[in-house]
């Protein structure tokens, strides 16, 4: 199995997003089940904040995918913060060689335009947002539409991080309860879709 991690805007410049990010030891944890052979890549984007820049993020996640030696029904998972969700879902648009077999956003800025919604070449997708959240909020083409943070093809959830001593925008990636939670929610939404199948 495999799990790409995708950064945010100017992630670069802010930093934690080396071997220590929590990410990867949650993404081990095996989507849809333990793998013994999980394997975590980072997407080395420039994290600029421009359609241009998402769109070569997502060329790059192209190349990332086609490059790699998937073994038969091997799945493929994204984990995605801020714009590098978007960076995601125009890379779906772009003939995958496998599909994306779970995304999952994690305070993603909804932005309009057909290479921002999920192509065919997507499965699950989980959006995951934290109220108050002005960095979201700002990024969002959408805001004026009431959506900024909610996505219409996705399974949405939206959490309450005031507990936290972290700012919303990366409460849900580095304060250690806040991301238990929403991942304890995802995985029971996935077994209990599992079950109804």
């Not at 996640?61 to 978007?86: C, D, Q, W």
């Not at 335009?113 to 979201?136: L, V």
Request: neutral net charge.
């Amino acid at each position: 199995m495999l799990t790409i991690l995708i950064p945010g805007t100017t992630w670069l410049a802010s930093g934690g997003w080396g071997p220590d990010n929590a990410l990867f030891t949650l993404s081990a944890r095996a989507l849809g089940g333990c793998s013994a052979h999980a394997t975590t890549q980072l997407l080395p984007w420039s994290g600029g904040n421009s359609d241009v820049e998402r769109l070569a993020g997502a060329q790059m996640l192209r190349e990332t995918i086609a490059a790699y030696p998937f073994a038969p029904g091997e799945k493929l998972n994204v984990i995605a913060h801020s714009h590098g969700g978007n960076v995601a879902l125009a890379a779906s648009h772009l003939g995958l060689a496998h599909r994306i077999d779970t995304l999952i956003t994690l305070n993603k800025p909804t932005r309009l335009g057909k290479g921002y919604i999920p192509g065919p070449n997507i499965g699950d997708f989980y959006n995951i947002g934290a109220k108050g959240d002005s960095i979201q909020w700002f990024a969002s083409d959408a805001k004026w539409f009431g959506k900024w943070s909610i996505d219409s093809h996705a399974v949405n959830l939206k959490l309450d991080t005031s507990s936290s001593n972290l700012k919303p925008h990366g409460a849900l990636i580095w304060d250690d309860e806040i991301r238990e939670t929403w991942w304890n929610w995802l995985l029971k939404h996935q077994a209990s879709q599992s079950r109804a199948a």
